[in-house]
């Protein structure tokens, strides 16, 4: 909103939230655009797509000449996606909104409006508001709604600096006291938000993936690579410097981590692993040479570099990753996974091969047959087919690995490449992939036709072979015997997981203000059918 004001722009999106803004150029959804409709300017040779737009004057106008301050009190009495006070709901028991056949919906955000109108200003009208609460509450309510008002407020801040100039200030950020170089890397993006959160909140959320539900967390897998990252975070010139690091409080090195627990989601506390700040002092960690920041790295996915220098440079920090995951007790994995993910790194090299100049290159016809036979296989599950459960459980732990080695390897400015994620990894084909080699096929079959795919993928397997566990390379009816014998012993200790039911919902994304979205809502009450 505060960009497109200052640039005078319309702002083109699906959030009904735009309709609440104050903006100069108006709204327009992406919903209202006639994209197959296009129309050339009489006497040009330009061309047009025809699209409604919102504009909040019109709507103020429409409802008695509205003062235009008084939505966000609509907004945050009508509920948003951040906002939904139950003690609300005794305010709007206690005024007579008209009665609409519309549905609750409309009929609550119609009444709304028209109550709202006859106000002159948001506190006559949030006076009015609280007078319909009990008195213990009116205080609290009224700074938790002039909080959530301040929402729809333009920013005070000049972020056309950053655009226009590359120059940003943050005062919050200041505030914390951090690095100049933290400080630019969150501002151009080079630095996730799992990072400011830690930094900010000293509270970062795992989201949950597609997984088994009766199975620990499969973020649980990456939690040392974490308490290392707050570590290095905690390292800051901000802290008291009288305070040795072996004797740094308790709630300095905490932090809490939304996360999922059984089927529910919850808080758990993690302490941050402490460094020595002479070595790793966050101010100066940018500074460092290459090679220490690589060691600090490799040292953390508890990788040697000698295993990875016959590894191509974008794959070097995948590879170190999955060696990190094989490593880990939490982890699952069976030959057949670890062969499937290898394979799925093969999509990158092959691509480049077969669309590379000149067709002179004999390896190009098997890259090619290879790279085809890969996009078979990684066409979506047929329904009826269902999804492996255990088999994702353990992708999602790599995943989990791959992420946080990702967000270490910022923070310390990237000492190994970035790889490109999206010819990486793909769900469809390392699942598809388990089930071909389960079934007949073997990786030397596949890999037959491209000597140089065939090549690289050895120099990937070795490298990840001296950090798997021996059993991964047992025969595949020793290693169900051990498996067997294991998961006995497991329920003979009462080790089994129990899973818990909560069908609460944690979070509600209706578009609360979708029926602002039509030109009137005169227009509304004549073609809506909300319910």
Known sequence: MTLANHWNCPVLSSDSDFCIFDLKSGF??????????????????????????????????????????????????????????????????????????????YHRVLGLLNWLSHFSD?????????????????????????????????????????FQYGTYVCTDALDLGLPEWVLAALAKGQLPPFISDALVLQRTFLHTQVENMQQPNAHRISQPIRQIIYGLLLNAPSHPEDISQNTLPSQLLAFNEVERINTNIKTSTVYAK???????????????????????????????????????????????????????????????????LLLGMLREPLHAIVNSPGNEDPQRDGAKMLYEELQQVKTPIRPGKTLDLDTAHVFCQ????????????????????????????????????????????????????CQEAK????????????????????????AKAKAKSKKGRQKKKGTSLGTTSDNRHWYDRSNRFGVLM???????VENSELE
């Open 398 to 449: 790599w995943q989990s690995c791959l992420q946080m080695g990702l967000y270490l390897n910022q923070l310390l400015s990237t000492p190994l490449p970035e790889p490109n994620l999206t010819w990486l990894y793909n769900g469809s084909l390392v699942h598809g992939l388990c089930q071909r080699l389960l079934a007949s096929s073997s990786t030397d079959s596949l890999l037959s036709i």
């Open 28 to 105: 327009c959804s992406l919903n209202s655009f006639q994209w197959r409709n296009l129309n050339t300017i009489k006497g040009t040779q330009n061309y047009y797509i025809p699209a409604r737009s919102f504009s909040l004057d019109a709507f103020c106008h429409y409802f008695n000449n509205m003062n235009k301050a008084l939505l966000p009190l609509f907004a945050v009495l009508c509920g948003n996606d951040h906002v939904n006070l139950p003690i609300m709901e005794t305010f709007i028991s206690k005024i007579r909104l008209p009665l609409s056949s519309k549905g609750r919906r």
């Open 274 to 340: 402490q460094l020595l700040k002479d070595h790793y002092d966050l101010s100066k960690l940018a500074e460092l040479p290459l090679a220490r920041r690589q060691m600090l790295l490799l040292e953390a996915l508890k990788v040697k570099q000698v295993v990875l220098e016959s590894i191509p440079t974008f794959l070097k920090l995948p590879i170190a990753v999955t060696c990190y995951w094989l490593q880990s007790t939490e982890a699952k994995a069976k030959l057949h996974h670890l062969q499937a």
């Open 122 to 162: 948001p506190t006559e009208a949030l006076d009015n508001v609280l007078k319909s609460l009990p008195k213990k509450n009116r205080e609290n309510v009224k700074e938790l709604l002039c909080c959530y008002m301040e929402e729809y407020q333009q920013s005070q801040v000049k972020l056309q600096d950053f």
């Open 518 to 524: 039509p030109e009137s809502l005169e227009e509304h």
């Open 455 to 478: 090549q690289l993928y050895e120099h990937l397997f070795n490298a990840t072979r001296s950090y798997a566990p021996a059993e991964l390379f047992l025969p595949k009816a020793k």
